[in-house]
Every structure is written in structure tokens, then in C-alpha cells.
């Protein structure tokens, strides 16, 4: 199976960067997308950036400009720059990461969360 660990969480001031890693370990896959989506207490998951495997990136109306999604295909690891932090950004970050396994096929692997708050 394949586990993901996330880094880079904390507190930041507005208008503040932060840098969240994914990284996937395991064996007989392969990584397709990696996405990031964000969670807020008592408010539905919102989608905030995805990367193809061919490095091609989407992004959330609300981030644009702001984050950069990345991936580092020899590290398995996908990043989230976040620059220009707002308020309204303080949210749990998860990572998702869809594979093809050897033994199981395609499937989606979600990240523990990581916590971002952004406060004076």
C-alpha cells in the first residue's frame, strides 16, 4: 500500500508564505494526480490545486496567484507554496495522491492533514 506524509504546517502572520510537502512511500505503484484540498470546521472540503502527471496545474479561483502547486516525481513528494496568506486561508491541508498499484489498480490516498493558521 502506499502512506503519505505531510510537513510543513504551522501559524503565519497575513500576508505570510508557507511551504506544505506530501510525500508518498511504498512500493508496486506508480502516481498519477496529486491534489491538495483544504478543510474548515463545520464547512464542506474545498479542492485547492491539482498537478497531472505531466506536470500541468489547476487551480481554486481563491488561491490563484497566491499558491503554486509543484511535484518532485524522483522524491514522490507533491508541495503547496503559499504565499500572500490571508485569514480566510486557515484551514486543515490535505494531500491526495492518486496511484495505479500493480496489485489493486487505480486508487486515491489521502494525507493525515496538516493544520495552517493564519493570525496577527
Known amino acids: 500500500q502506499v502512506q503519505l506524509v505531510e510537513s510543513g504546517g504551522g501559524l503565519v502572520q497575513p500576508g505570510g508564505s508557507l511551504r506544505l510537502s506530501c510525500a508518498a512511500s511504498?512500493?508496486?505503484?506508480?502516481?498519477?494526480?496529486m491534489d491538495w484540498y483544504r478543510q474548515t470546521p463545520g464547512k464542506q472540503r474545498e479542492w485547492v490545486a491539482d498537478?497531472?502527471?505531466?506536470?500541468?496545474?489547476n487551480y481554486a479561483d481563491f488561491v490563484k496567484g497566491r499558491f503554486t502547486i509543484s511535484r518532485d516525481n524522483a522524491k514522490k513528494t507533491v508541495y503547496l507554496q503559499m504565499n500572500s496568506l490571508k485569514p480566510e486561508d486557515t484551514a486543515v491541508y490535505l494531500c491526495g495522491v492518486a496511484v495505479s498499484e500493480r496489485q489493486w489498480g487505480n486508487r486515491v490516498y489521502w494525507g493525515q492533514g496538516l493544520q495552517v493558521t493564519v493570525s496577527s
Open positions: 511504498g512500493s508496486g505503484f506508480s502516481i498519477n494526480n
Open positions: 498537478i497531472t502527471s505531466v506536470g500541468m496545474t
